[in-house]
């Protein structure tokens, strides 16, 4: 531990050290979301709530047409603890996004009713997984999908043809964390990850966290 975090930690409660350290072992980026073009901002809000609850690090947001609009009242804090990307001014903001997230890994899976695709239940979770969630009216663009490693729908028995993105997004993120929490994939964060959040959060909960590491700083 360095000496700046011991510094910074003196200024926490016990209890606000704790809290942090159990969320940590929650955390995952095994899963990360991805939000296209996004037209009903509440929406997005919700879902990075959503995020939050199921201790899912990463949210990215494209936007296209509809600028995402961020609401304090919806998202309740959530974004002092999850790392928010946006991708707004690239020549195709859609390629940018997911030409990232494969570089780092992950399976692309697109979220739709239409064509071939797997139940969420039986989604493979022995790789990260970046789930792919479109806008309300025209669901994810031709981009997304071509793509798109796999395509993935939530079983339905009704005679509506679709869901709400933020509730989509809250069933298979509650459905996904429960299984790869479940198995013997290596969900957790890695220790470097770790660390890095850990100072990250100690910061999040000081009130003047610039302040006093000028302070510390100061006195070396």
Excluded at 91 to 104: G, Q, S, Y
Excluded at 114 to 138: M, T, Y
Aim: charged share 25%.
């Amino acid at each position: 531990m360095s000496d700046l975090l011991e510094y910074l930690l003196s200024f926490t409660t016990e209890n606000k050290r704790q809290l942090i350290a159990s969320r940590l072992l929650e955390r995952t980026r095994h899963l990360t979301l991805v939000l296209e073009d996004i037209y009903h901002s509440p929406n997005a809000n919700a879902v990075i709530r959503t995020a939050d609850c199921f201790g899912i690090q990463d949210v990215h947001v494209i936007e296209g047409r509809n600028a995402y609009d961020f609401n304090p009242r919806v998202v309740k804090g959530s974004l002092k603890w999850i790392e928010l990307h946006r991708y707004a001014h690239h020549e195709n903001n859609t390629e940018a996004c997911i030409n990232r997230l494969k570089t780092k890994g992950f399976i692309i899976v697109a979220t739709s009713p239409h064509g071939e695709s797997v139940p969420l239940q039986e989604l493979p979770i022995d790789k990260p997984i970046a789930l792919l969630f479109g806008g309300e009216k025209n669901g994810l663009s031709k981009t997304a999908l071509a793509m798109a490693d796999i395509n993935m729908h939530i079983p339905m028995y009704g005679f509506t043809e679709s869901l709400n993105v933020s509730v989509s997004a809250a069933i298979s993120v509650q459905h996904l964390t429960q299984r790869f929490r479940a198995s013997e994939v290596a969900w957790q964060l890695t220790e470097e990850e770790h660390n890095e959040l850990y100072f990250q959060w100690v910061r999040t909960v000081l009130k003047d966290p610039d302040g006093l590491e000028k302070r510390f700083l100061s006195g070396k």
